[in-house]
């Protein structure tokens, strides 16, 4: 048979490199198609020259001329796009077959559209662009006939617990539960979260990952955003998505059926074991992981998660029953939020209060939540009033 050809948006990432890692496994099954990066021009050279894909993307002129030059020297005949529309155009390409979304953000959401209305394989990594996108979103890959299969973990063993059949799930699932670490801080006296650094948000007992993925589960809204996306993902009503805190990351997440049986999906915390599920579902190959030892393993422990430790927890659920638009506010104040933090230009302790400030103020009107193009302009107005609410802060102190 043919080999997968795969785009791979956001390539240089903890996720991209991770997907390269698991393909390099497997070369008799997969080829690369394209691979995108917005920075690190290096390390997207670098992976050009190992991959050698058709096609790669850089988002502005200069960073796009600075690659050609660089895979010009090494003889390499790689095409380089440049801008928001080569995203687009490589998660579409009518050649390629499965479309990787390790975008970071609500960038994200116009090139995982193209993927589903071009009825792509799609392993969503990029959350952000489902809990901005929702109901458009699904509709999306509906329509496109595409096969949307998750990559983050908690969904992905969700996923794994679950009937191929997916007209199935709603007669078995009465509840899902998702399993969070509780992040670096789960132990820390909550009176000190206002001292907290940068570099001691980013450094994740369990996982190692991108800054803004790090950040969001030292505060918790991580699992904020998996509470959205996994009742978009599994068509659940909010109430259905519930979260227990178990420190070792093991049980990657349970479903709980109707029958109070529960199914659990188990395994070292490594990346690489979703993202090859997501690669050969549904069938199962080589991750490159740590088998599990249970004889070395202390203890599985759970906790309920602290209100007053995490209270960005809540506003997933608070967002699903306000008005429809509130996720996409929500994830934009968010993004700004943690972009300030590592700016320092925002304490810890106030990403959550900024969230929950632009979720209180900001009206949305009901034409921004028809259209995709609807829900980008309000996640634009929604960062131009937190960006506003960090400066009238910063004024004050
Ligand atoms: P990283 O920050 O490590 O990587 C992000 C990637 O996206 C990089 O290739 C980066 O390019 C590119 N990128 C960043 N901003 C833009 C933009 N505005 N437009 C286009 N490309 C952009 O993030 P992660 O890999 O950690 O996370 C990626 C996604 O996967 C996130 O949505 C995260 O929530 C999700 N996820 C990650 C997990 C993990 O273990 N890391 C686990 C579960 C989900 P460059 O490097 O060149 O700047
Ligand atoms: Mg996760």
């Known amino acids: 048979a043919r080999r997968q050809r795969i785009s791979i948006l956001g390539s240089t990432g903890s996720i991209g490199t991770s997907t390269l890692d698991v393909l390099s496994r497997h070369p008799e099954r997969f080829e690369v198609f394209a691979l995108t990066a917005h920075s690190r021009v290096d390390e997207l050279a670098a992976q050009c020259l190992t991959w050698r894909p058709r096609l790669a993307v850089m988002p502005t002129a200069e960073l796009a001329q600075q690659l050609r030059e660089r895979l010009r020297a090494a003889g390499l005949h790689t095409e380089v796009l440049e801008g928001p529309s080569a995203l687009e155009h490589v998660a579409s390409h009518p050649e390629v077959d499965s479309v990787m979304a390790a975008i970071v953000g609500a960038a994200g959401l116009r090139p995982c559209l193209a993927a589903a209305r071009a009825g792509k394989r799609l392993l969503l990594a990029n959350k952000e662009a489902l809990v901005v996108g929702g109901a458009l979103f699904m509709q999306a890959v509906q329509q496109g006939g595409a096969t949307l299969l998750p ?31 509780g992040g670096p801080f789960r132990s820390r006296d909550p009176g000190t979260l206002a001292d907290v650094t940068p570099a001691q948000a980013c450094a994740h007992p369990n996982w190692t990952m991108g800054r803004k993925i790090s950040v969001d589960s030292a505060t918790m809204m991580n699992k904020a955003l998996e509470v959205i996306e996994a ?156 960006r506003e609410i960090v400066g009238r802060w910063q004024g004050r102190v």
Do not use: K
């Open 231 to 386: 009742r978009w993902l599994f068509d659940l009503t909010p109430q259905q998505v519930r979260v227990v805190i178990h420190p070792q990351s093991i049980i990657h997440s349970m479903v709980v059926c109707r029958d109070r049986s529960v199914l659990a999906q188990l395994g070292t915390p490594d990346m690489r074991v979703p993202i090859a599920y997501g690669l050969s579902w549904p069938e199962r190959i080589e991750s490159g992981a740590q088998t599990l030892d249970f004889c070395s393993l202390s203890s599985l422990t759970f906790e309920p998660a602290d209100a007053t430790r995490f209270p960005g927890l809540h506003l997933s659920w608070q967002a699903l029953a306000a008005a429809e638009g509130s996720t996409t506010v929500l994830n934009a104040a968010n993004e700004v939020a943690v972009a300030s933090f590592l700016a320092e230009r925002l304490r810890f302790d106030q990403i959550h209060a900024l969230n929950a400030e632009t979720l209180a103020c900001l009206s949305i009107d009901a034409g921004e939540v028809t259209s995709v193009d609807g829900l980008l302009a309000l996640d634009e107005r929604a960062r131009a009033h937190a």
């Open 151 to 181: 990559i983050d973990s908690e969904h992905s063993a969700i996923f794994q617990c679950l009937p191929e059949e997916r007209s199935a799930w709603a007669r078995r699932i009465d509840h899902i539960v998702l399993t969070a670490s």
